[in-house]
């Protein structure tokens, strides 16, 4: 299950720092943030709850850069 | 400008004012460090306030923790020194407020540019309710409904035209400048403009499933998909600016420890304060931005460029694999040749010219391919032209790389190349020409054969020479034709190698074998994406080419072309070339002028205003660089 999230972020190297963690929350598979599209595309383990998930990767991106926003 | 750069702006300019205003009034003492105090806050809050929360959160090492430390202690030296230098700390952060602002006002433009020039979305579609014009969503008209398209409109959804004509610019899709003439019973594709007539179309996909949706989709993933370098640099940024910092730590406490302990020094002989100074300017020319933001901008550039041209690459990395190609391995039909046959000749059982019975074996040949959507059947049916009575024919049976088999008014009739002949315990016969043979066997008994041209490419031959040009050292052509037909080809389009005679299965091992003999250098695969998706995705880069005709070739390859000029080939090759120099244009000149600035930091030398003009100059130069990278068109 893969799914592509409109995101803002401001700089290039957040968005890198951003990425590594949440690589780390669990039920996400692999995740790629771009800068320049603006877009976060997220693989889940199977049979994740999507919205648990989410809910803890924005809490993670968060943390990281408080500018961070899912849209 | 957002909101939030024109703040910026505003704070740069009330600094820059209030510095100039302090520098002539000159104040002293205690009020000359509030004022100066003050100034500094309105240039640099954000940054304290970032890198404040940075340690609380555990998250130390940043660009803005690195900018804090340097301008505090900068201050703090001034303090103690009682030197009342307080512009420094001020300098520093306004120059890096100002780096920031044009990095975040140009990397924004650009990234907007960009992405328009890759934005070829429909609005709108023109349909009729109830006798009246109306627009709606494209994502709402389903398939088969008419839909009008007024010239300068964008054609919305892929359809054919029932009425008017017109013609097409497709560049935005192909590249092409050349508009394309449509009329009744032309297919027309989303995403091209009408020039000239209304047009009248029945749709014939649903909106996701149109090119146009496709090649957003194409386009928009790209970017996530990420080379090497932006890899490689994201990983550097992590490791690097702690490093920096704990050089700094040490920088500025190892030479006078040293000078006390080994040397005996005095403690009050030593000067802390010129290597704190000496750190400090460590620090503020460690930030990793010139780095962080002009790879990946380098590389969306390159991709929104070549996907102007009609070349939809998928994503960095395969930008990044382009540059290495040394064999280009091409599939013949669709490729060097346009996949459209000719017939040259029939011949009957002993190779002589047909003339009586020739109409008819031109009939069973067509009658029996009536159904298959290879291109030799649908010459055959081109050149038989006339409506193939499809009651006549029963029993279809596709026997795959040989043939096809069917009856056709009650009768047996085998038409296939030899091996199907033999399967059908027919001897065919050999033909004194060159070409596709199509041979025609009834009721088990030899009819004749027709003989097939392929119409080359106009610019084939000038595309294989290209690709020598750019480095490529080994073309090798794959073909289910003929050994003769194939070396004939081969040699007109000055291809080194070809592999003829080989079943749709056989491309994939043979592309194996190739890539096994030369594993330095990438092997390119070009096809045109009909019935070779499992070879496209096999080599190390997939090149589809016709750009939309099959899901699955556009699904399995790595790069799209979106028309089918073999000259796009290495015109790729080229954009992916001038790409990649420029990333490392950028990673050579951000490392040598930082690590420069270091050992001249480190010995005194260079001091905090030389840092921050090489952190702000070097990443201006490289993002300006970076969009360089668009301009491909002459490439």
Known sequence: ?71 | MNRKQRIMVGRIALTVLMTAALHFLAPTGWLRLALYLIVYFIIGYDILGKAGRGILRGQVFDENFLMAVATVGAFSLALYQRSGDYLEAIAVMLFYQVGELFQSYAVGKSRRNIAALMDIRPDYANVYQEGKLVRVDPEEVPVGQIIVVQPGERMPLDGVVVEGFSSLNTSALTGESLPREVKAGNEVLSGSINMTGVLKVRTTKPFGESTVAKVLELVEDSASRKSRSENFISRFARVYTPVVCYAALALALLPPLFLIFFQDAAWSAVTFETWIYRALTFLVISCPCALVISIPLSFFAGIGGASREGILVKGGNILEALTKVRTVVFDKTGTLTLGVFEVNAMHDGSDNDMHAGAEQLLEWAAMVECSSSHPIAKSLLKAYGKEVDHSRITDIQEVGGKGITARVDGRQIAVGNETLMRDAGVEPCHCRTVGTLIHVAVDSRYAGHIVLGDVMKPMAKEAVARLREAGVTRTVMLTGDAKAVAEQVAAEFGVDEVYSELLPADKVTHLERIMQAYPEGKVAFVGDGINDAPVLSRADIGIAMGGMGSDAAIEAADVVLMDDEPLKISKAIRISRKCIGIVWQNIILALGVKGACLVLGAFGIANMWIAVFADVGVMILAVLNAIRAIYVRKV
């Open chain 1, 1 to 71: 299950m893969e799914k592509s999230f409109k995101i803002e972020v401001d700089c290039a190297n957040c968005a890198n720092l951003v990425e590594h963690a949440v690589a780390k929350v669990a039920g996400v598979k692999s995740v790629s943030i771009s800068f320049m599209t603006q877009k976060m595309k997220i693989a889940f383990e199977e049979g994740a709850e999507i919205g648990q998930v989410m809910k803890e990767v924005e809490k993670t991106a968060k943390k990281i850069e408080p500018d961070f926003e899912i849209l």
